[in-house]
Structures are given as C-alpha cells and as structure tokens.
C-alpha cells in the first residue's frame, strides 16, 4: 500500500486534494472526521465535560465544536493550557483510529495497489511523517486562504492561534516538509486556481507518482 500524507495550513484545501485523490481511487483517512466523531464517544465526553464544564455541551449532551473551539483558540497561556488538554483527550482516540484503518487497508491489500490518504493538521508534528511514501504539501494564495477561513466562520481569535500552531510546527520541520524526508518523495499543489486546475495537478501526481510506484511494486 502507498500512503500519501497531506501538508497544509487550515484552510489551504487539504480537504479538496484530498477528495481529487478520492475519485482517483485512494482511500482518504480524515482526522478531523475522526476527531467529530470521538466528541461523540461517552468517555471523551465525559472527560471533555469535566474539564471544560456543561458550557460546552447542547442541549442534546453532545459537544459544541464551536463553543469548545472558543475555549482553546486564543491569544492567552490559558487558551494554549486548555488546547493541550483537549487534545491530550482527543488526540490517543484519533491515532489509535487511523492506525486501525491504515492495517485494515493494508491486510485488504493483496496486490500493492491501494493507495491511502492521510488528511492530518500538522500531519509532521502529528509524527506521520514517516508512515508516508509521499508528502503533498498544499499551498494556497494568503488573501483567498483567509477569505476560506472567514467564509467557514473562523475568528480571528482561532486564525490566529491555528497560525501559532502551524509556526510552531515549522520551527520544529515542517516546512513545509521535515528535512530528513527525501525530495522525490514530495509533490506540492497549488489551490489558488480552479477546481479543474487542482484536479489537474493531483492528476499528475497520481500518474508521475502514484501509478510508477504500484506499477513498480506489481512487478
């Protein structure tokens, strides 16, 4: 199996590329889809009503994501506190899921051909790095990248502390690709255009890259 890990602030359009790799045939392993649904596990509930308290819950006991992101995006060594928490809750769960379905793709895998796409924020501090055959960096215009975040409902309060997560990140390798990881295994793509100028260059990538490798493990 070949995994593809992508990079890429929020609101670049991992999410699109991911979904051009889809309809060539991969298989995407979404951690935000992930993270939603572990907000629904009673146990993660019940530790995230603990820390965070009922403020965090509707009406229907189920986490807000919106009241919970108010509490751990911000500018305070408070917000920073909270977000390390939440993610020490969140974060095991999710990892734990992808690596179930990363070995189920993989003993589903008889001929080498199935092709995996991790769609992971900060997917190198994460540690996936080195699960990957091949880093898709992601790079988009600034100006229509803030619009997308705007346009989702992102304050800049949660702009600003996502932008203070990915530095971070940087500072720490990924920019956007660890120094250790080799160039012919990196591809980028450029969002800022149409979403047939996307799919174009994910195309390409599947067939400079993706198709040689299975063809070149079939043989």
């Given amino acids: 199996m070949i995994v593809i890990g992508l990079i890429g602030r929020i609101g670049a359009g991992k999410s699109t590329v991911a979904g051009c790799f889809a309809d060539l045939g991969a298989m995407v392993i979404d951690a935000d889809a992930i993270a939603h649904a572990v907000l629904d596990e009673p146990d993660a509930r019940g530790a995230i009503q603990a820390r965070f308290g009922s403020g965090v819950l509707g009406p229907d006991g189920r986490v807000v994501r919106r009241a919970l992101a108010e509490r751990v995006f911000g500018p305070s060594p408070a917000h920073a506190e909270a977000l390390a928490e939440l993610e ?13 379905r990363l070995d189920a793709l993989r003993a589903e895998d008889k001929d080498g051909h199935r092709v995996a796409v991790l769609d992971v924020p900060l ?30 409902g992102v ?3 949660q702009q600003a502390a996502r932008e203070a997560a990915w530095r971070g990140a940087v500072a720490s390798g990924e920019g956007p690709f660890p120094p250790h990881f080799p160039a012919s295994r990196t591809a980028t793509v450029d ?6 100028y996307t799919r174009d260059q994910v195309a390409r990538i599947w067939q400079t890259q993706i198709a040689v490798r299975c063809d070149g493990r079939s043989s």
Avoid: K, M
């Fill in 88 to 100: 020490s809750i969140v974060h095991p769960r999710v990892h734990d899921e992808i690596l179930r």
């Fill in 123 to 152: 997917l190198v501090r994460a540690g996936w790095a080195d699960s990957c055959d091949l880093l898709v960096g992601i790079e988009c215009d600034e100006e229509l990248r803030r619009r997308r975040l705007a346009d989702r």
């Fill in 155 to 157: 304050s800049a309060a």
């Fill in 191 to 196: 969002t800022s255009g149409s979403a047939a």
